[in-house]
C-alpha cells in the first residue's frame, strides 16, 4: 500500500526534524521536509501530498501563502497549521480558507500526530462512503426493470411484493433474460435493499469444493485449507443468496443445500458448531426443473422450498414491445461508458432489430447495442452498424419496408402466437396481452387476423 505523504513546512530546523522523525520512524508516513515556504511551493506542485503541515509565519513565502496554492494544487489533502499563540485569530483566518485544525506552539508531538491521523481518517472514511454510495448507486441501476410489455408488468407487480418479504424464490427463463437484473431488484427494492446480496454461480463450482464455498470450513479440515473462512450463506447473512445454475448443483450436494435453506443454520466444513443465517434464497434456472425432477435428476423437496415464488421470464422474441425501451436503455448506458452522444436508429435500423430472433435474449441486445455504437461514430445508428446477423446481409427479417409495417407484422406474429398457446381462448389471451378482450377483437379485424388464428391454432 502507498505510504501516507505529508508535506511538513517549518523555518525551525530542530522542531521540524524531531515531527519528522516522529511521523517517518514510528508512524510510517512519508514526510517531505522543507525549511521554507519557497521550498514547499516546490515541493507542493513536483508531488502529490496526502497531508500539509506548516507553520504560518516563514520568511519570503508565508505559510497563508502556501495554503492558497494548497487548495488549488491538492484540494483533498488534509491542512493542519502551526501558529504561536498570539496568532490565533490568524490560523481561524487560515480555517475559513480550508485548513482543517491548528496547533499552538510549543508544539506536543503527540498531539501533532493524534489530529493528523484524525483527520486522516476521517477523511478515509468519506471517501469510502462516497465510493459505496456510488457503488450502490451503480448496483441499483443495474437491477432496474426496462420494458412495459404485460409479462413484464406482471413481473414487476411480483417483484413489489415478494421483495417485502424473506421468501424464497425461484426465477426461470432462457440464458440471457435477465435473471440475475431480476434477482438483485428483488433484493435492492424492498427489506434487503442495505444487506448484502451475495451471487453464486453453482454450475462454476468444484464438485470437490461445493460444500466449503457454500458454508465455510476450518482451518486444517482438508489439503489446502490454510485459514478458517466464511461461506456464501453467511456472507448473505441479513441479506440474499443468489444461486444462479441451479439446476447444475450435482445431485449430492442438493441433500445438505436444503437443510441448511430448512434449518437456516451452517456448519463449518471441519466444525460440530451450526451457525445461524437470516438471509432469503433466490435461486434462477435455465433448465425446467419440474421436468428435472421426473428424472430424478433434482431433489424434488428442495425443488418445492425454493420455489415459494416462480418467476417466469418470457424470452424477449415473445415480448417485442420490450425490444424499443430496452434498446434506450443500453443506448444511454453505453454513450455515457463509451463518451459518445448518438442520437438513436434509423428506421431500417430498428426495422431489423424489432423482427429478429434474438436467441441471446438481452444479453445478446446489449452486446449488440454496445458494439453498433462503437461502429456509428457518434451518428445515428444504421443497419449496416449492426452485426451480421442483423445487417443487411443478415437473417434478421426484411430488409425494406416501413416501421409501421414492420410493426403490424410483429403484431400479428406474436397475437397468433399467444392465442396458439391458449387453444385460441381469446379471453385468456387478452388477458395475456394486457388488453380487453374488445380491443384483441378489433386488433383481429386490423390485422385481418380472424381466419389465420383459427387456422394457426387449431394447426399446433
Known amino acids: 500500500m502507498k505510504p501516507t505523504t505529508v508535506l511538513l513546512a517549518d523555518d525551525e530546523e530542530t522542531l521540524r526534524g524531531n515531527l519528522a522523525q516522529v511521523l517517518e520512524e514510528e508512524e510510517g508516513f512519508r514526510v517531505i521536509s522543507c525549511g ?13 501530498v496526502d497531508a ?4 504560518l509565519r516563514m520568511p519570503g513565502v508565508t505559510g497563508m501563502d502556501l495554503i492558497d496554492e494548497a487548495v488549488k494544487l491538492a484540494p483533498d489533502a488534509v491542512i493542519i497549521v502551526i501558529t504561536a499563540f498570539g496568532e490565533v485569530e490568524t490560523a481561524v483566518e487560515a ?3 480550508g485548513v482543517r485544525d491548528y496547533i499552538c506552539k510549543p508544539l506536543i508531538l503527540d498531539e501533532v500526530v493524534f489530529k493528523l491521523k484524525r483527520l486522516l481518517a476521517q477523511d478515509g472514511l468519506a471517501r469510502e462512503n462516497r465510493i459505496l454510495r456510488e457503488q450502490i448507486q451503480r448496483t441499483h441501476d443495474a437491477a432496474v426493470i426496462v420494458g412495459n410489455s404485460a409479462a413484464i408488468n406482471s413481473m414487476k407487480e411480483t417483484i413489489a411484493r ?3 418479504t424473506m421468501s424464497n424464490v425461484l426465477i426461470s427463463g432462457e440464458s440471457g433474460t435477465g435473471k440475475e437484473v431480476i434477482a438483485r431488484a428483488i433484493h435492492y427494492s424492498g427489506l434487503t435493499h442495505d444487506k448484502p446480496f451475495v451471487p453464486v454461480n453453482c454450475g462454476g463450482l468444484a464438485d470437490t469444493l461445493i460444500e466449503s464455498e457454500l458454508f465455510g470450513h476450518r482451518k486444517g479440515s482438508f489439503t489446502g485449507a490454510q485459514s478458517s473462512r466464511e461461506g456464501y450463506f453467511e456472507a448473505a447473512d441479513g441479506g440474499t443468496l443468489f ?8 445431485y449430492q450436494s442438493q441433500a445438505v443445500l436444503l437443510r441448511v435453506i430448512e434449518q437456516r443454520a451452517v456448519t463449518r466444513v471441519g466444525e460440530s458448531r451450526a451457525r445461524r443465517v437470516q438471509i432469503r434464497v433466490i435461486a434462477a434456472t435455465n433448465r425446467d426443473l419440474r421436468a428435472a425432477v421426473e428424472k430424478g435428476e433434482f431433489r424434488e423437496d428442495l425443488f418445492y422450498r425454493l420455489n415459494v415464488v416462480h418467476v417466469d421470464v418470457a424470452p424477449l422474441r415473445e415480448r417485442r414491445e420490450d425490444i424499443e425501451p430496452l434498446t434506450a436503455h443500453f443506448l444511454k448506458k453505453y454513450n455515457e461508458e463509451l463518451n459518445t452522444s448518438c442520437p438513436g436508429f434509423t428506421p431500417r435500423a430498428v426495422e431489423a432489430m424489432m423482427t429478429y430472433g434474438w436467441r ?3 444479453r445478446e441486445l446489449d452486446n449488440v447495442v454496445e458494439r453498433a455504437l462503437i461502429f456509428a461514430d457518434g451518428r445515428r445508428i444504421d443497419i449496416a ?3 451480421p446477423p442483423l445487417g443487411p ?5 426484411p430488409s425494406a419496408g416501413s416501421l409501421r409495417a414492420a410493426t403490424r407484422e410483429f403484431e400479428r406474429q406474436h397475437i397468433a402466437r399467444v392465442l396458439c398457446r391458449h387453444g385460441g381462448n381469446k379471453v385468456e389471451a387478452a388477458q395475456v396481452l394486457g388488453i380487453g378482450l374488445s380491443s384483441l377483437y378489433r386488433k383481429l379485424d386490423e390485422l385481418d387476423m380472424h381466419a389465420l388464428a383459427t387456422s394457426e391454432t387449431t394447426a399446433h
Open 393 to 397: 446481409d443478415g437473417d434478421a427479417g
Open 243 to 250: 444461486l444462479d445454475e441451479i439446476g447444475n448443483l450435482p
Open 52 to 55: 500539509i503541515i506548516t507553520d
Open 162 to 164: 415478494v421483495c417485502q
Open 95 to 97: 480555517m475559513k480558507k
Open 36 to 48: 521554507d515556504g519557497a521550498e514547499a511551493l516546490r515541493n507542493l506542485k513536483a508531488h502529490g
Open 360 to 362: 441471446g435474449n438481452i
Open 385 to 387: 452498424d449492426l452485426p
